[in-house]
């Protein structure tokens, strides 16, 4: 049965920012506009640019390039924008300023009946993410007695194991684990979700997916663009903490976890941790042989020339900061002993996706080979792709019209698209929309943010330390050659896809 939503007010710190302004007031008229919203809402948008509730309606909804009417008339997206609400901070944590906000959703109650039910969004710098609690707290917001208090956290939690243990402890002290939020985008997508169905709802699927007949799993998250203006930004954060860290090892739980006992937050998230803590630990001596770095040189994207990371606006001239990361793993426990998985994520790449790809291993006899080598090593591949176009493709082998027995993959392929006429939710609503519900399934637990930082923390250290080389590889390719060599002795290596999820090596007529 589906949870109903409370009353309530959505309060955004950062509202006059651009993640609210490309996707969280979206995010929250798609929900509007599908009914999901409870009657009696308000979202208050609270930055440190002096705008009244009018000014603050024209920016986000009527002047915003990145709101999207979609089928609504003028009227429902007024409608829409009569629910948003303003207010003006001189500081994000000040007491005063705090106070003031507490008044106004005082007010908010009197004028619209809301209650006393919170959502905090912290869109904001994680400068922020340690003083803005203590100051809800101290004006008796992270709590209430009719009613309950949320928070969301957006990414980056924590720089290293060390900061995200402080982070914890800092948020903790004034709000309930279970009212914590920590925000991951990765996790709203539907096929992410949909790696869980496809596993365990599946009879076929189910009993495969084990060392006995899976020989590696990779994972792929490609972008096309370069660092831009961003550079000072990116480059005291780099792939590994951007996108290892969270995106693709939160990926990496939803295709490794145990199955949980039931479909419900306490279960799934249980797992994911016992899944992070059976990663097996990469040495700080090993680390060369296992993770690959590299910056992408001048070269040429599908948006055009590129210049190379160190040109790039803000980056220092002898930077070391990562564009890419290749790195090759192990889980030890039972399911997946001597399994090899691999990750890669980069910037500058031919494409922008995500895909996991499950390779299973070959027959004991490739009793074909006399009438085609290529049946010696034709992979049964499962092919997830997240993002774009999301789907799957499974191939398998198949006999060549004509004498013999020679063999060509062929795919079966299933698209999103074609499942539904309805339009696939963006991350953030779904995501929104479970704070509101109370439903942290697709959260981050504190505990497994920071198991995943105690993974990749040797390895931060090692390149600290310069203890491995920085490669190099140019814009517009699949990253270092050196990459390749993590496959050694394992498969055909690392899936280059194209745009489409079904490449063009169909079975064909001859």
């Not at 697709?442 to 497994?448: F, M, V």
Request: net charge negative.
């Amino acid at each position: 049965m589906t949870k109903s939503v409370d009353p309530h007010t959505l309060v955004i710190f950062g509202a006059s920012g651009d993640l609210a302004q490309r996707k969280l007031i979206p995010a929250v008229f798609d929900l509007y506009r599908g009914g999901y919203l409870p009657e009696k809402f308000a979202l208050l948008g609270a930055s440190r640019t002096n705008m009244t509730d009018e000014e603050f309606r024209d920016k986000v909804v009527f002047n915003n390039e990145h709101f999207d009417r979609k089928d609504c008339t003028d009227e429902q997206v007024a409608a829409y924008a009569e629910v948003l609400f303003y207010q003006d901070l001189a500081s994000y944590d000040g007491e005063k300023d705090i106070n003031n906000l507490g008044k106004r959703l005082k007010k908010l109650d009197k004028d619209h009946g809301v209650g006393s039910n919170y959502i905090f969004y912290l869109s904001t710098p994680p400068s922020l993410y340690s003083t803005i609690p203590p100051a809800l707290a101290k004006a008796g917001l992270n709590q209430t007695k009719d009613g309950w208090s949320r928070l969301i956290v957006e990414k980056p939690f924590g720089y290293d194991l060390a900061t995200a243990k402080q982070l914890n402890e800092d948020i903790q002290r004034y709000f309930e684990e279970d009212t914590i939020y920590r925000i991951d985008h990765y996790l709203g997508k539907e096929t992410v979700q949909n790696l869980l169905v496809t596993r365990f709802a599946n009879g076929f699927f189910e009993p495969l997916w084990n060392r006995n007949y899976i020989q590696s799993v990779q994972i792929t998250a490609a972008e096309t663009v370069g660092v831009g203006t961003r550079g000072g930004y990116y480059d005291g954060s780099g792939a590994l903490r951007d996108m290892v860290q969270n995106h693709l090892l939160q990926v990496l739980a939803h295709v490794a976890m145990e199955p949980p006992i039931r479909a419900d937050a306490k279960s799934i998230r249980g797992e994911k941790l016992k899944l992070f803590q059976s990663l097996r630990s990469i040495k700080r001596a090993d680390v060369r042989n296992h993770v690959i770095r590299a910056q992408y040189t001048e070269g040429r994207t599908k948006g055009g020339d590129v210049v190379s990371y160190r040109d790039a606006e803000g980056v220092p001239e002898k930077s070391n900061t990562e564009t890419y990361v290749g790195m090759k793993f192990f889980i030890d426990n039972w399911r997946w002993a001597g399994v090899p998985f691999f990750v890669r994520t980069g910037k500058c790449l031919p494409l922008k996706l995500t895909e996991v790809v499950i390779t299973f291993k070959n027959p004991p006899q490739a009793i074909f080979s006399e009438f085609d080598n290529y049946a010696m090593s034709s992979d049964n591949r499962l092919i997830i792709r997240i993002q774009p176009d999301e789907g799957m493709a499974l191939e398998f082998g198949m006999k060549v019209p004509g004498e013999g027995f020679r063999v060509k993959n062929v795919d079966m392929d299933f698209f999103y698209r074609d499942l539904t006429s309805n339009d696939v939710p963006d991350a953030y609503t779904r995501l929104l929309l479970d704070c509101m519900k109370g439903d942290p399934t697709l959260y981050a637990r504190g505990d497994s943010v920071e198991a995943a930082w105690d993974f990749v923390e040797p390895i931060l250290q090692a390149w600290k330390a310069n203890e491995v080389p920085l490669f190099s590889y140019p814009a517009g390719t699949w990253g270092p050659l050196q990459s390749d060599a993590l496959w050694s002795g394992v498969g055909d290596g690392w899936r280059n896809p194209s745009t489409s999820l079904t490449e063009k090596k169909h079975y064909t007529k001859l």
